[in-house]
């Protein structure tokens, strides 16, 4: 599956950002697809993903109750809704997507084979 990822940009803190991540290709309902973001020197770091199926959701402790991940399976596009930004959510954020995600690996980026570009999110304070 190929994946393209748009959205990103500058906002104060406290503002708001929609990502999007537009899927092609031989995709499938038993798709995990979700985000992570990396900043310079660090690991790819697990934000939010979806099951395609179910459209149960899973999010990293820090972005709880300010980001939204959701799926749009007539478009196969992915979302996130990111409120209440913090500069600590600066980074360039990925799109991801893998076939079989088990719930023990759901948060690993090495788990996922598929990815988008990356679109840059900076949050200015």
């Known amino acids: 599956v190929q994946l393209q990822a748009s959205g990103g940009g500058l906002v104060q803190a406290g503002g708001s950002l929609r990502l999007s991540c537009a899927a092609s290709g031989r995709t499938s309902t038993s798709y995990t697809m979700g985000w992570f973001r990396q900043t310079p020197g660090k690991e790819r770091e697990f934000v939010a993903v979806?099951?395609?199926?179910?459209?149960?959701?899973y999010y990293a402790d820090s972005v709880k109750g300010r980001f939204t991940v959701s799926r749009d399976n007539a478009k196969n596009t992915l979302s996130l809704q990111m409120n209440n930004l913090k500069p600590e959510d600066t980074a360039v954020y990925y799109c991801?997507?893998?076939?079989?995600?088990?719930?023990?690996?759901?948060?690993?980026?090495?788990?996922?084979?598929?990815w988008g570009q990356g679109t840059l999110v900076t949050v200015s304070s």
């Open positions: 979806i099951r395609w199926s179910s459209g149960y959701s």
């Open positions: 991801a997507a893998a076939n079989g995600v088990i719930l023990s690996q759901i948060r690993i980026a090495q788990a996922y084979n598929s």
